[in-house]
């Protein structure tokens, strides 16, 4: 069942939400058996509240602002997180999800005492977004250690018999310093957990940091994605709480060899020059979004687009049908997203210049 997402964002729509009237929800509503005046929510939203399930749909369209807080240390990667951003995404999108590698700027203990510094740092960023209206995403990103995998440069190394509980702990010093901060700042547990963090050992941490987040945040909305890097054909093997503040989470990078080749991190010899988007590559990114829509109208609770993108290796005519094609075939399975990502490797806006990549910003706004 498609949600357009005009229809999903409107106030009237919302309203409609509220008072269990026939709106764009309507047909979901019916096939919940819904009598008249009931509140009913749509079938992506059974298991969430209201208020939830209309974040989820305010959310609509997003960016990532990788590349900047969740490099070893900000501008080793090129690109530094500019407050003046806030001014040049709010009207084009609707979220930002700011990536940040918290355990590089944290006591290598397991009380992971975060640099207040860096705090400072990522809230004043938080803060600049908000005031101008924007939904903001704050994950743990890059906690390689974690995973199991090869510390990058300017990355240091710890304890391993700590590096779990330092994960607890830096969500325990998060949850209580964002906790007076506005609804429309969201929490995301952990970026792609991969490698030693298969499905059963994230599956056990979930509900012990949701956990730790509900002590100090017990109604914010959270996102959680699988294990598998957050594949959106790896959300059946994950096991969520009954909490109904919790929105799913998964990534999408289909067709991988177009969307990654040039690559140098993955180790993968990617030949350059493939285009998009023919018939077989769009089977492949539908397969991946029907997939969502399938598990989230299954299991109750919107799924979040949290990634999506394409290297700046591609010609730009096909990094553009790609980011399209993605966009709107998420947006008809009423799932908001976030492009990946805004001014670094597969960015769509040129620091340098100022301005925006012009056939990006169209195939992710028009």
């Avoid at 749509?42 to 298991?47: E, I, S, T, V």
């Avoid at 989820?56 to 500019?82: I, Q």
């Avoid at 040049?88 to 397991?110: C, E, L, M, Y």
Wanted: aromatic share 10%.
């Amino acid at each position: 069942m498609f949600y357009p997402l005009k229809c999903r964002a409107s106030r009237v729509v919302i309203n409609r939400l509220r008072t269990g009237l026939l709106g764009c929800w309507g047909a979901a509503a019916m096939a919940t058996g819904a009598v008249a005046g009931e509140a009913v929510l749509p079938l992506h939203c059974r298991q969430v509240t209201p208020k939830t399930c209309e974040a989820a749909a305010a959310m609509a369209r997003g960016v990532n602002m990788g590349g900047m807080l969740d490099a070893p240390r900000e501008g080793d990667w090129g690109v530094r997180l500019d407050h003046g951003y806030a001014d040049v995404i709010a009207g084009k999108f609707q979220t930002v999800r700011i990536p940040v590698r918290w355990s590089n700027h944290a006591s290598p203990d397991a009380e992971a005492r975060i640099d207040p510094f860096f705090l400072r740092r990522v809230t004043s960023a938080v803060d600049a977004f908000l005031a101008r209206g924007l939904y903001v995403i704050v994950n743990v990103h890059q906690y390689q250690q974690l995973m199991g995998e090869k510390l990058q440069p300017n990355e240091f190394k710890v304890d391993d018999a700590v590096v779990e509980a330092r994960l607890f702990s830096i969500w325990r010093q998060l949850s209580a310093h964002f906790k007076n901060h506005p609804d429309r700042l969201v929490f995301e547990l952990l970026n792609e957990p991969s490698g030693r963090l298969d499905h059963d050992v994230w599956n056990e941490l979930i509900p012990k940091l949701l956990g730790i987040v509900r002590q100090e945040n017990p109604r914010r909305v959270v996102l959680v994605g699988p294990a598998g890097r957050n594949y959106v054909k790896a959300l059946p093997k994950m096991r969520l709480p009954k909490d109904p503040n919790v929105i799913a989470t998964a990534h999408t990078y289909d067709p991988f060899n177009f969307t990654h080749q040039g690559a140098k991190w993955i180790p993968l010899d990617l030949p350059r020059g493939v285009t998009c988007c023919d018939k077989k590559q769009r089977e492949q990114i539908i397969e991946g979004l029907e997939a969502a829509r399938a598990w989230s109208e299954a299991n109750g609770r919107p799924v979040y687009i949290g990634e999506f993108g394409v290297y700046k290796t591609a010609d730009e005519d096909s990094r553009a049908n790609y980011a399209r094609v993605v966009r709107v075939e998420a947006e008809r399975r009423g799932m908001s997203w976030a492009y990946w990502d805004f001014a670094n490797a597969f960015g769509i806006y040129s620091p340098r210049t100022g301005d925006w990549l012009p056939k990006m910003l169209p195939a992710l706004t028009d």
